[in-house]
């Protein structure tokens, strides 16, 4: 019987032949903590005396809160760094960059395991990787045994074909297949994306997909690799990491959802959960304080491309901040060197070091009592960026820039077409004359 | 073993950022501390009012969100005995075992705010004494069950020096 993406990558890692349903033994490629996960971790090991790590990658980053705001958390930064010391875990430091991010620069490949104590290590399932979001303990028992357990799931392959429209964006496509599928609609499933809006589709944009797996309550998001996925890695000095992985043709799945993406339009997840999406028709209008262009989701450059591209040359609106945060060193290094911070920054915006940024509410932007944020990041629960009296709208990056500009959530498709865009032009000029 | 006391009723789509708000982000080396503000940003009060041994109550899709172990571990310190909900999310459910909180899966419509509770967690039986009715759990797959029985996932692998999952 032919075989899905997981099921081929955990045959090869438990050494069985495993179908979905089976719980496997499966040897761990990378193991990565962070530092709001990686604290817990290092101290499970240490009641265990388990201070040594077997799996070939194991990895602490400092993301979450970096720099540290706090004397607790700095403390838990020494913890971390004491710890890589002792067993040579690698170590990412204050302004490396998003765990994720850094992942799939760096570290993860086709056919790995990848587990990560945090929910959105799926992402590298982009590469190829069997990559899943675990908490502290098992990420500790599988970075010092070099093992894990697993249940190998069951598949949702998602078949997506045609043309996005222009203003349209792999962030729309995810955000319309949570939406569709509710927040708990793949609770223990792998979705396997492919078909030839794929295939066409640039490694970063593929990213986006595998990261928000999780808001579907799915284990992982996987993408055959491809000739994308080798120039990917090539780039990065990582031809030795790739190989050819695909689903076998008869692959069983549980199911199979069909997309045409033509027919997408611009997506707003509405506070306070990600399934909770709709058209950026509906949302026209809603006046956002706070615009947040960054994370493991959309902190690319592709992203912060297609951003600057819409504010080069024009100004948030005078109550809208501008917050924008690179994913990773090379990411901002990228940006720097091509300009697009400059855009950032003359726009009104403020550019922050690679890192979670205010996502996760510790620090660099934490909304004020009934304040709205339109963020391009993966989640928008109550309380999620530190005040449960702020509301989070999740939008694509173009999305996010567009609306930053009118100060109101607003559809990226405007700008897109040609007499719209002269409007734009004309209100700036006229604003700078006022 | 037989637990017992009151049902704290909450809603779907309980999330981690409720259960364990990240603006409390500093307090994750200091559980103790974390547990005061356990589910929060649910209900204000149910840290302060709630006594040891009561149920967190809830319906679908329990614990969505991030794989933040604190959320089970402070749900655990702060004397529940058990979560009962329609159903949980996968990285919660995983979370829980592995820190020796146990998860009841049953229709939790029967049970209301306040209601007494009486869980048998061997045979999966849970006893609504207030309204008299009796409901059954929907059993643990073996693997789990037997790191709960362990006594969680670090209490399993001291035991057995690996993974014994059937």
Same mark, same amino acid.
Request: charged share 20%; glycine share 20%; hydrophobic share 20%.
């Given at each position: 019987m032919g075989k899905t993406l997981a099921e081929k990558i955990l045959s090869e890692k438990s050494g069985q032949d495993a179908h979905a349903g089976d719980i496997v033994i499966a040897s761990v490629d990378v193991a990565a903590f962070q530092d709001g996960t990686g604290p817990l971790g290092v101290r499970q090991l240490q009641k265990m005396h388990l201070?040594?790590?077997? =799996?070939?990658k194991s990895i602490l980053f400092i993301d979450h809160a970096a720099p540290s705001p706090r004397k607790e958390l700095s403390n838990d930064h020494m913890l971390l760094r004491a710890f890589s010391k002792k067993t040579g875990a690698l170590l990412s430091e204050v302004?490396?960059?998003?765990i994720h991010q850094r992942l799939v620069e760096s570290h993860a490949k086709p056919g790995d395991v990848v587990i990560g #104590? %945090?929910?959105?290590? +799926?992402?590298?399932? =982009?590469?190829?990787a069997f990559a899943t979001g675990m908490g502290s303990t098992d990420v500790a028992i599988g970075m010092a045994m070099g093992k894990t357990w697993l249940k190998v799931p069951e598949t949702f392959r998602v078949e997506v074909k045609g043309d996005f429209p222009p203003g349209v964006y792999s962030k729309d496509l995810v955000l319309y297949l949570i939406g569709m599928l $509710? #927040? %708990?609609? =793949?609770?223990y499933k792998a979705l396997e994306f492919g078909g030839r809006a794929i295939e066409k589709m640039s490694m970063e944009a593929r990213f986006v997909l595998s990261n928000m797996a999780v808001e579907a309550g799915a284990k992982t998001g996987l993408i055959a690799s491809d000739r994308k996925t080798k120039e990917y890695l090539r780039l990065r000095g990582?031809? *030795?990491d790739w190989r050819l992985l695909r689903p076998d043709k008869d692959a069983k799945y549980e199911r199979v959802i069909e997309i045409d993406a033509s027919k997408l339009v611009p997506q707003i997840a509405f506070p306070?959960?990600?399934?909770?999406t709709r058209s950026v028709t509906e949302a026209k209008?809603?006046?956002?304080n706070q615009v947040f262009l960054g994370t493991?989701?959309? $902190?690319r450059i592709e992203d912060l491309k297609i951003a600057a591209r819409i504010l080069r040359g024009r100004q948030r609106a005078p109550d809208t901040r501008l917050v924008v945060v690179p994913a990773s060193r090379e990411v901002y290094l990228s940006a720097m060197k091509s300009g697009l911070l400059e855009v950032f920054v003359r726009a009104g915006g403020i550019v922050m070091g690679?890192? +979670? $940024?205010?996502c996760v509410g510790v620090h660099q932007g934490v909304l004020g009592d009934g304040e709205v944020c339109l963020s391009t990041a993966n989640r928008n629960f *109550?309380? *999620?960026?530190?005040?449960?009296e702020g509301f989070v709208y999740l939008a694509s990056p173009a999305t996010a820039a567009y609306s930053a500009i009118n100060g109101e959530i607003s559809d990226p498709r405007e700008f897109f077409s040609k007499g719209k865009r002269k409007t734009i032009r004309k209100t700036v000029k006229k604003g700078k004359k006022r | 073993m037989i637990l017992k006391g009151k049902a704290w009723k909450f809603g779907d789509s309980i999330s981690t950022d409720l259960i +364990?708000?990240?603006?409390?982000?500093?307090l994750r080396s200091n559980l103790p501390e974390l547990a005061k503000h356990v589910l929060e940003d649910a209900d204000q009060d149910f840290a302060s009012k709630m006594a040891e041994g009561d149920f967190v109550v809830a319906g679908n899709n329990?614990?969505?969100?991030?794989?933040?172990?604190?959320a089970p571990t402070i749900i655990k310190l702060a004397g529940v005995s058990a979560v009962l909900a329609k159903s949980f999310a996968r990285i919660f459910y995983r979370n829980a075992i592995n820190v020796g909180l146990p998860l009841l899966e049953c229709d939790t419509d029967k049970i209301e705010q306040d209601d007494e509770i009486a869980i048998d967690l061997a045979t999966g039986t849970i006893h609504n004494r207030t309204k008299g009715i009796e409901l059954k759990a929907h059993p643990l797959p073996k693997a789990m069950l037997n790191i709960l029985n362990d006594g969680g996932l670090l209490a399993h692998i001291e035991k057995h020096g690996d993974f014994r999952l059937d």
């Open positions: 201070e040594k790590v077997r =799996a070939p302004g490396d960059g998003v #104590a %945090d929910s959105h290590t +799926c992402t590298s399932g =982009a590469l190829g $509710g #927040a %708990d609609g =793949a609770t990582r031809i *030795r306070h959960t990600v399934d909770n209008g809603v006046k956002v493991c989701t959309n $902190g690679p890192g +979670c $940024g205010p *109550r309380g *999620r960026m530190g005040n449960p | +364990c708000p990240g603006r409390y982000f500093h329990f614990g969505l969100g991030s794989s933040r172990e604190h």
